[in-house]
């Protein structure tokens, strides 16, 4: 009877052993990297631009209608209070249902009681709507960075694109420009998503 119950006992740590290398790579298969959604192709570049493009659905919509709550929006966030006074409509054509804005925003990356640190975002949205969707374009986008201390003017296509805002094996974000690329991106989904929501 000792001798076997020496037996189940040396036998049980090797049980246990085996368990753990199964469960080993399960864990690691679902370990998601928290930057992907940042990673290759997420900043898109039509001739050598930076442009983020979305079509929204407007079900049961006209395009007056569609027009009307874009340009509303548009108009809206010339208000916002991160929007600098520049930031204004630039098209708005009630005929074609056409209309854009231009905006001037701050982009914070880190705000504390000791350290506030940001940039001034720019870019323009462009809206063409059609019965039943909104056709939305985002470009032209820079930055101005540090400029109460040492301005430096930033265009997304020597920044945020796949080359210069990732890592050589694109699996990491930059060290530097990855807080551009991040924000920027983060903005862009607020914007798109929002759009969604008004004309769904």
């Not at 000792?2 to 052993?17: D, G, Q």
């Not at 959604?37 to 919509?61: C, I, N, Q, R, S």
């Not at 109460?148 to 945020?160: G, Y």
Request: a positive charge; charged letters at 30%; glycine letters at 4%.
């Amino acid at each position: 009877m000792k001798k076997m119950l020496f037996a189940i006992l040396l036998c049980l740590p090797v049980a246990m052993t085996a368990q753990n290398t199964w469960e080993m790579p399960e864990e690691a298969e679902t370990t998601v990297n928290p930057d992907q959604k940042y990673l290759a192709g997420a900043v898109p570049e039509v001739d050598g631009k930076v442009l983020f493009h979305t079509v929204v659905d407007a079900p049961g919509k006209s395009a007056q209608q569609v027009y009307a709550i874009v340009k509303g929006y548009l108009q809206k966030m010339t208000r916002e209070k991160n929007q600098f006074e520049q930031s204004r409509i630039i098209l708005d054509d009630s005929l074609n249902y056409e209309v854009a804005g231009t905006y001037q925003e701050w982009l914070v990356f880190k705000s504390t009681a000791l350290v506030l640190d940001r940039t001034r975002l720019f870019y323009n949205l462009i809206v063409k709507c059609d019965d039943g969707k909104a056709d939305i374009t985002m470009t032209r986008i820079h930055y101005l960075y540090e400029e109460e201390r040492n301005p430096q003017t930033l265009r997304a296509e020597e920044w945020i694109t796949d080359k210069e805002g990732l890592n050589k094996k694109q699996t990491k974000l930059s060290r530097v420009s990855g807080k551009f690329r991040r924000k920027t991106i983060d903005r862009k989904d607020f914007l798109f998503n929002k759009f969604a929501d008004l004309l769904k």
